[in-house]
C-alpha cells in the first residue's frame, strides 16, 4: 500500500495547497544549532514551482536545495496567510504539514521546524537527532489478544510525583517512560526515579493488561497535558521524544521501539485519535476555507452542511479550536493516490495521517475522539476501513489466516450520546459506553441511577451493555473513570469516594467492588492508569475546585501514590485488580455475551445480587454485596450451579466444596468464583 505525497517527499520538498496563493510559497531551511536561545542558523530562502501540472502541488527537487549528504536540516515553508482577520497578501512561516518529526526548540510563532535528512541524494523522515524513521520489528501478531479479551489501560502522558517536600510536581511521562513500564531492563527518563520504572520491573505486564490506548500522541501546541489539540498529525509529539536532560529529540525512534516492546509481549497498541479539529494547524493559514470552517456557534450558517452535527439542528462545536470541513469539496491534487479530481482536501489530509500512522507504528486499534465534533460518519467510516485494510494487509504478511485479523483491530468512537446507528450502519466497531459509569458510580454509593427508580435495573443496565442497545460485548467499552475528570461522578474514582465522605478502607472495598464490576459486565473493560491504585485528582481539591481554567482532561496520573508505608492499602488495591485482570484477558467466560442474574437479595439492609457470565460448561460467578450487611459465617446464593468445584479468582483461593455458594460475605464486598472443575 502505498501514499503519493509521503512517496513524493523523498525527491524533494513537496507542499500540497488547494488555495491558489498570489506569490509561490518558499523554503526556509537552514541547520540547527544550539545555544542561548537555539536557531535555525545558515537559512536560505528557495521558491517552490507547480509540480508536474497537479493542481495545488508546490515542490523543489532535493537535488536543487545544496543540501550536503549526511546532514539534518530544519525548515518552514513561507506562504500568504489565509487564517480569517490577517492582511490580505500577508506571508507567515509554518510548519510543513507532513512532517514526519517536528523540533519546537526553534519554533516560529507557534510553528515549529519540521525536520529532514539529506542522504544518498533523497532527503529521508528523520528524528532531530538524525536517526532515521524506520517502521518497527515484525513480530508474531498471533500473540494479539481478540477485542474480546481486551483489557485496556487509557494512559496520559501527563505524569506528576510527590516529592519529599509536599506537593506534587508535574512532567512529561515520556515514551521512554512507558517503555519502562513494559520491558523489565528498561530505565525510566522523566520519571525514573520511580521504583516500578527501575530496572527489573514491568509494571504493565505484573498489571496484566493487554491494551494500551496512548492518549493523543501526535504533536500538539500544548505541553503534553492530554493533547487534545493536535497541531501535527503525521509527528508524533516532540515531548514525548525528548526526556529531560536529553541533546536531541529521538520521538519517531522512542515510539518505534516501544512498540516493539508492546508487540513483543502481546499488548496493543491503540491510538487516540483527534479528527474533529486542529490547535494551530498548518492548514490554518495556508488554506483556511478549503481546511477548516469557522463560525459562531450562537448562530451556525444555516446553508453550510461543514457547520452541523449528525443531530438535527445541533452545531458542531470547536472546543477552542478550528473545525475541520469533511463536505465542501475542492478541485485539487489527492495526496492519497496522486490524481486531481474534487474531493474534501481535509479527509484526503486525514487520510494520510492515518496511512502514516499505521504503517511507521504498527497500530492495532483506533479511539476516534469525539465523534460528532468530527460530524461525518462517511468519513469516519473511510478512516477507519483505510486503517483496517492496513491491518489486514500486515496480518496477511505475517503468514496468519484471513479470518483472524478484524478479531484483532478495533475502531472505537467517543459519543457519550450513544448513536448505535454507528454501529448499525458498519461506519465504526464499538462505541464508549458511559452508561457504565453513569450506572455503577451511584450503585457504589448504594444509590440507584437518577432516573432509574430500581437499585436491581441500576446494577443490570452497569453490567450487561445489551440493556443499552449494544449486541456484542466487543461493542461497548466500559469504564469507571475516564479522561475526562471534570464535573461530578467523572472524578477519579477515590476523589469521588472521598467527596462522598468515605475513609480509606470503605475506599479500598468499593475500588475493589468497582474493578469487580468493571471485569466481570459484559463489554470491553478499559481504566484510567493509576485507577488500579486508587490514585486521586491532584489539580482538584476536595471542594471540587481546581487550579487552572478547566479541570477537565489535565489531571495526571501519580504512580509516586505507590511509594511510602502509607499507601500499602494502594498496594492491596492494586494486587485484587492485578487478579482480575489476568482472569478477564483468559477466562472465555468473560468474552462472551451472556449475563445472567441468579440471585438478587433487597431485604432490609441488604443489597446483593450474583450473575453469571458465560455458558453453563464453564461459567464464572460474581456475589455482590452494595450494602453494609455482614452475613456472618453463611450466606447462601439461590441456583448455585451443582457438581463443581469451585475457585475465589479474586482473591486467589480454592473453595471447600462443602462451601460452594454459602460463603461469608462482608459489607461491600464481591467475591469473583470461577468453575475448577
Known amino acids: 500500500m502505498a501514499n503519493d505525497l509521503l512517496d513524493r517527499r523523498s525527491a524533494g520538498f513537496v507542499l500540497w495547497s488547494p488555495h491558489e496563493p498570489a506569490k509561490a510559497p518558499t523554503l526556509v531551511i537552514g541547520e540547527f544549532q544550539a545555544g542561548t536561545p537555539p536557531v535555525v542558523a545558515n537559512q536560505r530562502r528557495l521558491d517552490l514551482a507547480h509540480d508536474g501540472g497537479l493542481a495545488g502541488l508546490w515542490s523543489i527537487p532535493a537535488a536543487a536545495c545544496g543540501l550536503v549528504d549526511g546532514r539534518v536540516y530544519h525548515y518552514w515553508f513561507d506562504v500568504e496567510d489565509t487564517f480569517p482577520g490577517h492582511a490580505t497578501g500577508a506571508r507567515i512561516l509554518v510548519c510543513d504539514p507532513a512532517a514526519t518529526a517536528t523540533d519546537w526548540r526553534v519554533a516560529e510563532r507557534n510553528q515549529p521546524a519540521a525536520v529532514t535528512k539529506f542522504t544518498g541524494g533523497k532527503l529521508a523522515a528523520c528524528d532531530p537527532s538524525g536517526d532515521l524513521v524506520t517502521a518497527p520489528a515484525a513480530v508474531a501478531m498471533g500473540l494479539l489478544p481478540s477485542n474480546n479479551q481486551m483489557v485496556i489501560y487509557e494512559l496520559p502522558a501527563a505524569w506528576t510525583r510527590q516529592p519529599p517536600g509536599g506537593g506534587s510536581e508535574r512532567g512529561v511521562g515520556t515514551f521512554r517512560d512507558v517503555l519502562a513500564l513494559v520491558e523489565r531492563d528498561a530505565e525510566g527518563a522523566n520519571f525514573s526515579d520511580l521504583h516500578i520504572l527501575a530496572p527489573g520491573h514491568s509494571y504493565l505486564l505484573d498489571l496484566g493488561v493487554n491494551a494500551v490506548e496512548l492518549l493523543p500522541p501526535a504533536d500538539s501546541i500544548f505541553q503534553r497535558e492530554w493533547g487534545y489539540g493536535t497541531s501535527h498529525f503525521l509527528a508524533p509529539d516532540m515531548e514525548l521524544g525528548f526526556p529531560d536532560g536529553y541533546s536531541w529529540p529521538t520521538t519517531n525512534g522512542d515510539l518505534r521501539r516501544l512498540v516493539e516492546a508492546f508487540h513483543r509481549h502481546g499488548i496493543r497498541l491503540f491510538d487516540d ?315 472465555p467466560a468473560l468474552g462472551r455475551n451472556e449475563v445472567e442474574f441468579i440471585h438478587t437479595d433487597f431485604t432490609e439492609g441488604r443489597r446483593v445480587l450474583a450473575w453469571k457470565r458465560g455458558a453453563d460448561d464453564h461459567p464464572v460467578i460474581v456475589v455482590a454485596n452494595f450494602s453494609d450487611f455482614e452475613s456472618g459465617p453463611e450466606y447462601r446464593i439461590n441456583g448455585w450451579p451443582a457438581g463443581r468445584h469451585w475457585r475465589d479468582a479474586s482473591q486467589g483461593r480454592d473453595v471447600p466444596d462443602e462451601w460452594a455458594g454459602r460463603e461469608q460475605l462482608f459489607r461491600w464486598e464481591a467475591k469473583v468464583y470461577v468453575a475448577a472443575g
Open 273 to 587: 485519535v483527534v479528527l474533529g479539529f486542529a490547535r494551530e494547524g498548518p492548514y490554518q493559514h495556508i488554506a483556511f476555507d478549503e481546511f477548516h470552517i469557522q463560525f459562531d456557534s450562537r448562530n451556525p450558517p444555516q446553508g453550510d452542511a461543514d457547520a452541523w452535527s449528525s443531530r438535527a439542528g445541533e452545531a458542531r462545536n470547536d472546543w477552542g479550536s478550528k473545525l475541520f470541513r469533511y463536505v465542501r469539496e475542492t478541485n485539487t491534487y489527492d495526496p492519497t493516490d496522486g490524481t486531481v479530481h474534487s474531493h474534501a482536501p481535509a479527509r484526503a489530509f486525514m487520510y494520510t495521517y492515518g496511512f502514516r500512522w499505521m504503517r511507521d507504528f504498527h497500530l492495532d486499534g483506533l479511539r476516534l475522539d469525539s465523534v460528532e465534533t468530527v460530524a461525518n460518519w462517511d468519513f469516519v467510516q473511510e478512516f477507519t476501513s483505510r486503517a483496517r485494510a492496513q491491518f489486514r494487509a500486515r496480518w496477511k504478511a505475517a503468514g496468519l489466516a484471513d479470518d483472524g485479523a478484524d478479531a484483532r483491530f478495533l475502531s472505537v468512537g467517543e459519543e457519550l450520546n450513544l448513536p448505535l446507528d454507528l454501529l448499525r450502519q458498519g461506519r465504526l466497531d464499538a462505541l464508549w459506553n458511559d452508561n457504565f459509569r453513569k450506572f455503577i458510580r451511584p450503585a457504589l454509593l448504594g444509590r440507584n441511577e437518577k432516573d432509574e427508580p430500581s437499585f436491581e435495573w441500576t446494577v443490570r443496565k452497569a453490567i450487561d451493555c445489551r440493556l443499552h442497545g449494544f449486541w456484542d460485548g466487543a461493542q461497548a467499552v466500559n469504564y469507571v473513570t475516564s479522561h475526562d475528570v471534570e464535573g461530578p461522578s467523572k472524578e477519579r474514582l477515590c476523589t469521588f469516594l472521598r467527596y462522598n465522605g468515605f475513609g480509606e478502607d470503605d475506599i479500598e472495598r468499593r475500588t475493589k467492588l468497582a474493578f469487580v464490576c468493571l471485569l466481570t459486565a459484559a463489554g470491553i473493560p478499559m481504566f484510567l492508569a493509576g485507577e488500579e491504585f486508587a490514585d486521586e485528582n491532584d489539580i482538584f481539591d476536595i471542594h471540587g475546585n481546581v487550579s487552572n481554567d478547566s479541570g477537565k482532561q489535565t489531571d495526571p496520573v501519580d504512580f509516586s501514590r505507590l511509594q511510602g508505608d502509607r499507601n500499602a492499602w494502594r498496594w492491596r488495591v492494586l494486587e485484587y485488580v492485578a487478579r482480575l485482570v489476568k482472569l478477564r484477558t483468559t477466562h
